[in-house]
């Protein structure tokens, strides 16, 4: 990879976190704060490994929620001991009266909850304090634009969620293909310029799972993240 430094673009790769014990059992997790399992800190240990390799990293930056952050300090641990910033923007969609619950059985427990999530109305909130995926899409690529703003010529690395890795793929590719699975640690690389112009450099990365135990199977990261 090329160093980004003298770029005219911040270089941001952003990863979702290590598995959580919810993530394997498809229990939604929304603002809840679940910690990572053994299998989410194995997979953070190998991705900071190879995020260790790459050209200097100024600094990690990460959602607040122990799943994220976790995941952000071993990474940061393993690129010779960077700062991690916390940024509760980062955090995965409020899911309202859906956190908690484990999905499959989410539309007999919680219906109007259930209803308002799978609507195509990107507008619509969810019953118990949850965010619509236009509140959602405001909060994180602001973020995401904030600290593009503060390292042009830099590469930081962003550890945040499933929901959130898409709306930052929709702000990158407005036109895009229908997105895939992100998968746990998997590494998704922006580049951000002046005048808002964003573009993807690589995505979904997950070649350092091949060390690992990891779930495929794991719940979130696509269509029903949280």
Avoid at 42 to 61: E, F, H, T
Wanted: hydrophobic share 35%.
């Amino acid at each position: 990879m090329a160093d980004s430094r003298g770029a005219d673009y911040a270089e941001i790769m952003v990863v979702r976190h290590g598995e959580t014990a919810w993530n394997a059992d498809g229990r939604i997790q929304g603002h809840l704060d679940v910690e990572l399992n053994d299998a989410g800190r194995q997979q953070a240990a190998v991705v900071g490994n190879k995020l260790s390799k790459d050209p200097k990293i100024s600094l990690v930056y990460s959602s607040d929620l122990k799943r994220a952050y976790e995941t952000a300090q071993i990474i940061a641990a393993r690129c010779g001991g960077l700062n991690v910033v916390t940024d509760p923007d980062l955090r995965e969609r409020h899911l309202g009266d859906l956190q908690g619950l484990v999905f499959r059985e989410a539309a007999k427990l919680s219906s109007k909850a259930y209803q308002a999530f799978t609507s195509h109305r990107t507008c619509q909130d969810i019953p118990g304090g949850g965010e619509s995926l236009d509140q959602l899409y405001d909060r994180c690529t602001s973020a995401l634009e904030r600290i593009g703003g503060k390292h042009k010529g830099e590469r930081v690395v962003v550890v945040t969620h499933g929901g959130v890795i898409r709306s930052l793929y929709q702000r990158a590719c407005p036109n895009g293909s229908s997105l895939g699975k992100v998968a746990n640690t998997s590494i998704n690389t922006f580049h951000l310029y002046d005048e808002d112009k964003w573009t993807i450099k690589s995505w979904g990365d997950i070649s350092h799972l091949k060390e690992t135990d990891y779930l495929e199977s794991g719940f979130g990261g696509d269509a029903t993240s949280g």
